[in-house]
């Protein structure tokens, strides 16, 4: 795996005596849509900006196009775009104003598809940002960070604020953003069908470590939930690889399971005598399995 | 015209509390006018036909809102000659206002004498009368137009910069006609040309507004659709600026001027306006300066900056913006130093302590980056008291400015002491640790 | 063309896979079909186009969709024969079991039984 665009080993942060994030190791590809999913107080506002460079890590290190994200230098700044979590919008500006301010200090900066974009998105260029809505501050925040025709496009909860359609028209933006295979996407959300439409890749972030990291087919392949029907009335006493979760029920039982091959069903089938029937399941339901 | 004239006439008697108090003022103003001819001349008859006025004027006030609301629609621009009607209406409204004061102040200072009909056929007296109506006429007529004014900013912008302009200006208007009767400058001539070059500036602006505007919107859009820029990285000064809240120092010299035109008015005393100019220098412009990292946080990704170019860049900024503040509180001083009667070793002391504060404040201010801690508020009472300690010992009279100016240089050493932590903090600043709000969010994200 | 659902618990590429599958086998897209390209497809469901080139690739792979340069995917010609493969191995299966019991009697090893065969295919091919 190419990980030139952004690299980390090993990386981690604490405020004070409080360990947020631990021993990650991740690569990011060009090419590469990655949804960050985890509970509220996982860390990925944390890891995000430190993949910025926002704060610097306690342990480890972590690198953008191969330079260390706590001294990028300007040239590595010009082809990164992010989107935080609270927005950084100047209330008394107008949104043209906005943009322009925040044109100015990149050489190069798309006016005909921030010009398109706001039409589209049904954002008026000359209101002020004092009166906008939330949805419409995070529609103008997603823009200042698309103008600069960023390779690496970082987003914290992009679409926590918006309606069904303007996150659709949100999607869509990123595809065809992504569609060239050369620039890259990362963005935490809330929202995991989002992340099932547009992400290739997935990181699951579970009490400061990353609980999986991988594609996302790979991912729905690889946890499943498993239906057990024993031959006598009870079930047999069965080690099952990877388990997550298990019910018995008689000669039933239901188990939720990580790390499932084909192989894995074939040696449980016969070592226990029992069949089983794979449940495919859907990304919420894989997040909520792994947080049992 | 008749659409002036229903305009002025909606003015007064748009609502039914603007009819009420109309018509209240009139009918107290008509009784007095009567009293005042017929009866004795008495100081309490003069009150009444003030109180007329009064009721009189706010039976008006609808002007200002409207006037505000009908310039932003779109109907000052639709209708034919709309802006224009538009303007002429609150003129009259102005007229109309002052009549009554032109006509009851005589009417006052002239009343109850049985020999006024005699002295009236005097011509040089008819002229003192003539002046003295012009004079009352033409001075409410300014004084009108500066409470309309000061009206349309406190209900049209419905915010604390639209307040403290109003404020200012009504400030203004109170102190400076009494400055003016104090020292007898007031004259006819002087009021006519102040009515004349400020109503045609102020004519002139509004019917200009919309053209000027579009101008504007025409210059944005030009701007915005399409032409690439040229920056290589760095930024024009201005933008910066922008992102760190430094680029307008107006608001905070506004912030500024009201309190202190309330303290030279009434405090007077000068030990105590030194303390409250000193404070309030130190306090706001520190302030300032300590929004410089939380929004500092925005600018991070946008440029070629180290974090210790950065706080060269940053220092810059805060102080195109504190030494312009700085620059108004020093003229402000000067002037107050004329008006109070400062001896010139005084003020000679006083300047640099003025600075001082400014300085050190700013970067107190610069040294927050990690939010307001114990050990920053600690910093900040220390520096405060020092700073005053030095203003007791400016105003004492007998003050040795050796001593004074020996003091003043071991604060400049404190400001040096303070910039060389402030950059150090700069250099490692952690923007997820800026804001004590943040490190909540922080630690929960 | 496809119905195409992301929060299944199917990854997006096998359904495609099985659609097409489906679809080839039954006629409903005959040799010579072409094929949404991947971005349209991605477009028009709002789902990363990684996903879908997966799948094509497979299936080109498996021989049932050609690749063309410069044109869209379409449908092989000898996609109808592949989709019956399973069948025609399931007929060929009696004789292959008798094959390989009879080569057991006679104590032949595996390696033997093939190299039997593939002179058989030889010299079938002439």
Redesign the interface.
């Known amino acids: 795996m190419n990980s030139s665009t952004v690299e980390a080993s090993k990386l981690s942060k604490a405020f004070g005596n409080k360990q947020v994030l631990q021993d990650m190791s991740f690569g990011v590809s060009p090419g590469d849509v990655i949804g960050v999913l985890g509970k509220n107080g996982a860390g990925k506002t944390t890891l995000l900006e430190l993949m910025l460079g926002f704060t610097p890590p306690t342990g480890g290190a972590v690198r953008i196009f191969g330079h260390e994200s706590y001294s990028l230098p300007g040239s590595i700044k010009a082809r990164v775009g992010f989107v935080p979590q609270q927005d950084e919008l100047l209330d008394q500006l107008t949104v043209a104003d906005q943009l322009r301010v925040i044109a100015s200090f990149y050489p190069r900066w798309d006016s005909a598809l921030i010009t398109r974009l706001c039409e589209e998105w049904g954002v008026n260029l000359y209101a002020r940002i004092k009166s906008m809505s939330v949805g419409e501050r995070q529609k103008l925040s997603i823009l200042l960070a698309f103008g600069h025709r960023p390779e690496l496009l970082i987003l914290d909860e992009p679409v926590a604020s918006l309606d069904p359609i303007a996150r659709r028209q949100f999607l869509e933006q990123l595809l065809s953003i992504s569609a060239d295979g050369e620039r890259s996407i990362v963005f935490s959300s809330h929202i995991v069908s989002d992340i099932e439409r547009l992400a290739n890749r997935i990181w699951i972030l579970k009490e400061g470590r990353l609980d999986w990291q991988g594609d996302l087919d790979s991912l729905k392949e690889s946890i499943v939930r498993l239906h057990i029907r024993g031959a006598g009335a009870e079930l047999p006493a069965m080690a099952i690889p990877g388990v997550l979760s298990l019910q018995r029920d008689g000669a039933f039982a239901t188990a939720v399971v990580r790390d499932w091959t084909p192989e894995v069903q074939d040696a449980l089938e016969k070592s226990a005598s029992v069949q089983i029937e794979v449940e495919a399941l859907g990304l919420e339901e894989i997040f909520v399995e792994l947080h049992r | 015209m008749k659409a002036v004239a229903r305009l002025v006439w909606t003015y007064f008697t748009g609502t039914l509390v603007s009819r009420v108090f109309t018509s209240g003022g009139l009918i107290l103003m008509t009784v007095d006018f009567c009293i005042l001819i017929t009866q004795p001349r008495s100081g309490e008859k003069l009150w009444l036909a003030m109180l007329g006025i009064i009721i009189f004027f706010v039976g008006s006030s609808l002007m200002p809102l409207m006037f505000g609301r009908l310039a932003r629609g779109h109907s000052a621009g639709v209708l034919p000659g709309g802006r224009f009607k538009l303007l002429l209406s609150a003129y009259i409204t102005i007229l109309l206002v002052a009549i009554p004061v032109g006509v009851l102040a005589p009417a006052g200072t002239l009343s109850g004498d049985s020999s006024i009909p005699e002295l009236m056929k005097d011509p040089r007296i008819r002229d003192y009368v003539l002046q003295l109506v012009g004079i009352v006429f033409t001075s409410a007529v300014l004084f009108a137009g500066w409470m309309y004014l000061a009206m349309w900013f406190v209900t049209s912008q419905r915010n604390m910069a639209g307040l403290f302009k109003g404020l200012l200006v009504i400030t203004l208007v109170i102190f400076a006609p009494a400055r003016e009767i104090r020292d007898l400058t007031v004259s006819l001539t002087w009021n006519l040309q102040q009515i004349a070059v400020i109503w045609s500036v102020f004519g002139a602006g509004f019917l200009l507004w919309p053209r000027f505007k579009a101008a504007r919107a025409r210059r944005n859009r030009e701007r915005f659709t399409g032409v690439a820029r040229a920056l290589a990285g760095k930024t024009a000064g201005r933008e910066f600026d922008v992102m760190l809240g430094t680029s307008n120092p107006l608001l905070l010299l506004v912030a500024l001027a009201f309190p202190l035109l309330v303290a030279t008015r009434f405090v007077g005393e000068f030990p105590a306006v030194w303390l409250y100019f000193l404070t309030f220098c130190c306090v706001l412009t520190g302030a300032y300066s300590s929004l410089a990292a939380e929004r500092s946080r925005a600018l991070w990704l946008r440029g070629d900056w180290s974090r210790s170019a950065l706080f060269a860049s940053v220092e810059r900024s805060v102080w195109r913006h504190n030494s312009v503040v700085l620059g108004v509180l020093l003229l402000a001083m000067v002037g107050i130093g004329e008006y109070a009667h400062f001896s010139a070793r005084m003020l000679l002391a006083s300047l640099p302590l003025l600075a001082l504060g400014t300085l050190l404040s700013t970067y107190l201010g610069l040294m927050i980056t990690r939010g307001l801690r114990w050990l920053e508020i600690g910093y900040a009472i220390a520096v405060m008291l020092m700073l005053l300690f030095m203003v007791r010992l400016v105003a004492r009279e007998n003050a040795d400015l050796g001593n004074v100016f020996a003091l003043e240089l071991g604060l400049v050493a404190l400001a040096f002491l303070l910039r060389f932590i402030a950059r150090r903090r700069w250099t490692q600043i952690d923007w997820m640790m800026c804001r004590s709000g943040r490190l909540v969010a922080a630690r929960d994200a | 063309m496809f119905i195409l659902n992301?929060?299944?618990?199917?990854?997006?590429?096998?359904q495609i896979l099985e659609q097409v599958r489906r679809m080839v086998a039954s006629g409903q897209l005959p040799p010579g079909t072409a094929l949404p390209s991947v971005?349209d497809l991605?477009?028009r469901?709002?789902?990363?186009?990684?996903?879908i080139s997966?799948a094509y690739s497979i299936l080109e792979t498996e021989g049932l969709l050609e690749r063309h340069r410069g044109r869209p995917m379409t449908v092989a010609s000898q996609a109808r024969n592949h989709s019956q493969l399973p069948k025609r191995l399931q007929q060929i299966g009696p004789l292959v079991e008798q094959t390989v019991m009879a080569a057991k009697q006679l104590q032949l090893t595996e390696a033997e039984l093939v190299k039997t065969v593939r002179r058989e295919w030889e010299q079938n091919d002439e």
Request: positive net charge; aromatic residues 4%.
């Open positions: 992301p929060q299944s618990g199917i990854p997006i590429y096998r971005r991605a477009l469901h709002t789902i990363n186009p990684m996903t997966r």
